[in-house]
Structures are given as C-alpha cells and as structure tokens.
C-alpha cells in the first residue's frame, strides 16, 4: 500500500510560525521546496492548504490542515473519505516530545501519547496512520508541556530539527520505492544520535511556586549558613579511589 497523502500538522497564523507544534508544517514545507511543489492552493474541502510533490517517482499530495491543531482530524477524515483511502496510505507528520531536538522517527499505528491533533485523527480516521516524528525535546515536566509546544525553539535546536527534517526527505523515496521496512530503517537510523535539549525555563510562568513541596523550600542565599557560602567541598583521595587504603 503506498503513501498518497503527507499531511503535516500545526496552527494556521503568524502567531504561531516557528513554534515547536508547527514542526509537521515545517516538514511539508521542506518537501515542498525539495520536490518543487507544486504552488499551494487553499482547499476548502480539505480545510488546509494543498500542493503536489513528486517522491521517487510518484506524485504525492502535501496538506496543510488550518483547522487547529486539536481538529486535525477533520481535514485528513475529508482527505481520506473523499479519495476512499486506508489510513496505510496516509503519512502525519507531526511534533514529538519524546525525541530530542535532531532525532526524527518513522513508524504505524500507536498511540496519540497526549498530541491532540493524532488524538483528533484517531478519534476520526483509526490509530494505523503512518507517523512521521519531529523530535522537539520535552520541557521536563507536564506542567510546562503547552507553553512549551506553543513557544519557539532555541536557534540551536532549530538547526538540530531542520537537520533532521531535511534527512527524512532525502530518505522518503525509500518509503516508495522499497516500503516501509527498510523506510524506517533508513529514516530512523539516520544521523547521528541528537543531544539532550537544555532545560527549558518559562518565560512567564503562572505561578512561580507551582510544583514545590510545602515541606521542601527551596534555599535563598539568606537560608544558607554562612559557614557554607562560598566554600568549596574538599576533595580526599579517598572522594577519588573510593578503595585506596593507605599503609600501615
């Protein structure tokens, strides 16, 4: 069964180009300007901006749904009810948290794993869609996901994603030519393996003590004993050679 839709997801608007969530738009845009697309054109019925590409040999469709995010699934249920295709035959490339910045993936099926557009996509169309995943790294914890996926990356992890991106469509021919099988095994085991994201901090977060115990507060300078200011641990031979045992 092979590929005929690429749908790339994100946020229509200024508002949001560039942002971690738009990675999926990213990707179609890097097909696009690979394969030299054809010019995107607004389908109403599709709800999203389509162009054709060509991709070892067969013409593929690129679609960018502007429904939002959490309504993806009405965009690529059009698609798919329109063309009477199987979901074997459609690609979604989205954002990934759990892959870092320069890490790409491609798989079937699975779970949505807290994306709300595969969430909406399967709730409408089944889970056994091919997924393409662009790592975007994950903010450290869950609390912190939304602004994160909604804010800009790092100019080093833009780099490290659009690496990533640019491999995967160098290697998508192979998708066609060959299958999936050896598809996944070259687009997932391409590049070298991609760096931790640095920890990311909110620029304006809700509420500066959200997350801290009552009974853990966290030291100010003031809480610090002056004893402790300033004074370096001292390192033993024994820190060094936990085993050492000097002569008697």
Known sequence: ????????????????????HNAGFWLCDELHRHCGGSPWLNERKFFGEVSRVTIGGQEVKLLKPDTFMNRSGQAVQAVAQFYKLDPGQLLVAHDELDLPPGEIKLKQGG??????GLR?????LGAEYLR?????GHPGHRDQVVNYVLARPSVSDRQDIEKAIKRSADALPVLFADGLAKAMNSINGSGKKARQPKPYKQQ???????????????????QVPASQKNEPKKTTLKDLWPSFKPKQ
């Open 1 to 20: 069964m092979t590929v005929a839709w690429i749908i790339g997801l994100g946020n229509p608007g200024a508002k949001y180009d560039g942002t971690r």
């Open 111 to 116: 779970g949505h794993g807290g994306h709300n």
């Open 120 to 124: 909406d996509i399967s709730a409408n």
């Open 132 to 136: 393409l995943r662009v790592g975007i």
């Open 204 to 222: 304006k977060p809700a509420n500066r003590d959200a997350g801290k115990s009552a009974s853990q507060p966290s030291a100010t300078a003031s």
